[in-house]
């Protein structure tokens, strides 16, 4: 079958890999409807996320048909129609029944790389790195996915497959970033990033009674998008000062919660941002901090950070400081899927969240590549590239 390739730094190519076959009794075979590329995957692909290896397939964002099901799968049937959660959980240990899906003891098959890197393992996640499992991506004619039961969910008839295919991260990640951010009715939220994942945390904010929300970015689709689907109030930050623009639009105190939705490769149009990309770029620190220290500085006192975008390791010039000083609360997680998608395709099918207008663009298997070029550099104002086969 067909595959995406991560074949080296900034290379990726279109191969023939062998087709999956299942390797245990609750191991379903989903054929690819529609994938997406996503931010975090420009990590992967720029060689910033350790224990990649040539011929990884890549893609963790996905919708498919089920053809084929373990003895001991109880849920699905061949022919469904299923969106599957990026982070793999066994639905057995103390983590997953306590839903924390992503911090799963038993579906990361490399814990030793993971326990080195923050102490202990995460879950296993599709097509992440050998750090995060080494399961084989969605970028592909064919995805095993382990532990179905738990981790695939019916799509809804009415549900169109772009709609569904941004449940399986983008959707429940900013949602997950609203929710632990205990964003509550009355509150004034800030969002930093108008991808996917920051719209979609700005949709939440807004749903759950949130005064007034702002996103933050400098693409102009974005932004747009940003005020025209979740209802937030777009903030350009290379046309004005975020943080003096958040003060004065909150009587000076500042947001109640900051989310930062942009990871370890954040922009800004300051000096900083240089110094950030030049330690970055000598492998002297593993991720660009940049709109975290924005949100802790633009954050109310006694306010609360939550960082939901994807960081490998270790950054420098941390305002500790800040958190202790202002009493802060910081949180971070990475996306709790099986919480949160079943409800998700609820609200979508009753019209609450809109996700179909993410797919700004739709391309073969055989153009990827391209995809994630247009996507990487933000050209014909692509915000999400479709994947189909």
Known sequence: ??????????????????DPEPRNDQDIIVRLIAGTTC???????????????????????????????????RRHRVGDRVVVCSFVGCGRCWYCANDLWSLCD?????????????????????????AMGGLRGSHAEYVRVPFADYGAFKVPEGIDDTSALFVSDSVPTGWMGADLAGVKPGDVVAVWGCGAVGQMAARAAVLKGAERVFSIDRVP????????????????YTATDV???????????????????????????????????AKQQLRLQTDRPTAVRQA????????????????????????????????????????????????????????????????????????????YDMFKEKTDGCVRAVIRP
Request: some cysteine; glycine content about 14%.
């Open 296 to 371: 802790i500085h633009a954050c109310r006192k006694a306010g609360t950070v939550f960082v939901l975008g994807v960081f490998a390791g270790a950054v420098d010039k941390f305002p500790l400081g800040a958190v202790v000083n202002k009493g802060l609360t910081v949180r971070g997680a990475q996306m709790h899927g099986q919480r949160y998608i079943p409800m998700l395709l609820e609200r979508l099918a009753a019209g609450e969240i809109e996700t179909a207008q993410l797919a700004t663009h739709t391309l073969s298997l055989d153009e990827a590549p391209r995809a």
């Open 106 to 130: 038993n579906t990361n098959t490399n814990p030793g790389i993971g326990q080195a890197l923050f102490g202990y393992e995460t879950a296993g996640i599709f097509g992440y790195s050998h």
């Open 221 to 236: 689709e974005r932004l747009a998008m940003a005020e025209r689907y979740a209802g937030s109030e777009a903030l350009d």
């Open 39 to 73: 931010g975090s995957d420009l990590h992967l692909i720029g060689g910033y996320i350790p224990a990649m290896r040539a011929g990884d397939v890549i893609g963790h964002e996905f919708v498919g048909e089920v053809v084929e099901t373990g003895s001991a799968v």
């Open 1 to 18: 079958m067909k595959a995406l390739c991560w074949e080296g730094v900034n290379k990726l190519s279109v191969e023939q890999v062998p």
């Open 243 to 277: 943080a003096a623009e958040l003060r004065e639009r909150t009587g000076g105190r500042g947001p109640d919660v900051c989310i930062e939705a942009v990871g370890m490769e954040a922009h800004s149009d300051g000096p900083m941002h240089l110094y950030d990309q």
